[in-house]
């Protein structure tokens, strides 16, 4: 079974513009959570979708967005981007069965942001 | 609030000696912990989680995980360490639906394994 797939692997961007990130989960995985990455702040959750519904939400800025799609495909908007967007987005899929907290997240080889 | 600490940024080990990497948990309610590798240049592979049941957890490529209620810990170890074991480790535990409602990571343990 294929894993998650995450395109485009890199990016350059400069302060301003916007850029839109895509993951497709796993087959049968319903659950997408997007991640952020960076060398001072860490891992931080920023949303997850599950049936095309962000279920939940990190602690970003409105500038932070996201949409799934029926056949569970995520994509992750970042408008007027800073500098401190730089990072490595990082995507996972889960089965989610249930309320979900026992799933197990499986991670995408993430796509790394760099914003001049 | 839900939260994981990794009190070591670094672990060094010598090729073929175990090796240890701690984390300690803060959580309401059941605790549900998670161990992610990474790797230069790579997204997280899963190695292992505690849910419920036996406090010693076994995972991926001969890893395993002990979980202490009373301590508060789930320490991740591997009796014999090979040099393509190193790599950064993550500790997670699931939060509470809402903000926190996925995984909660720790700061990450950069392992380092000598031949």
């Known amino acids: 079974k294929a894993g998650v797939t995450q395109t485009p692997r890199y990016l350059i961007k400069t302060r301003g513009q916007q850029v839109t990130l895509s993951c497709s989960p796993i087959s049968g995985h319903r659950s997408v959570s997007w991640y952020q990455q960076t060398p001072g702040q860490g891992l931080q959750f920023l949303f997850e979708?599950?049936?095309?519904?962000?279920?939940n939400k990190g602690n970003f800025p409105g500038r932070f967005s996201g949409r799934q799609f029926s056949n569970s495909r995520s994509e992750m908007n970042v408008s007027t981007l800073e500098l401190g967007d730089s990072a490595l987005y990082l995507c996972a899929s889960s089965l989610a069965k249930g309320t979900g907290e026992a799933d197990t997240q499986y991670f995408g080889p993430g796509t790394r942001l760099t914003v001049l | 609030a839900q939260s994981v600490a990794q009190p070591e940024d670094q672990v060094n080990v010598a090729e073929g000696n175990p090796l240890t990497v701690k984390c300690t948990y803060s959580v309401s309610g059941n605790p549900y912990l998670f161990w992610y590798v990474q790797y230069p240049n790579r997204g997280l592979q899963f190695l292992l989680k505690?849910?419920?049941?036996?406090?010693l957890v076994k995972g991926s490529y001969g890893f395993e995980a002990e979980f202490n209620k009373s301590q508060t810990s789930f320490h991740l170890k591997k009796p014999s360490a090979l040099v393509s074991d190193s790599a950064l480790y993550f500790c997670a535990v699931r939060g509470l639906r809402g903000s926190q409602g996925n995984l909660i990571f720790g700061k990450g343990t950069k392992l380092s394994v000598k031949p």
């Open positions: 979708y599950f049936s095309e519904t962000q279920r």
């Open positions: 505690y849910i419920t049941g036996d406090n």
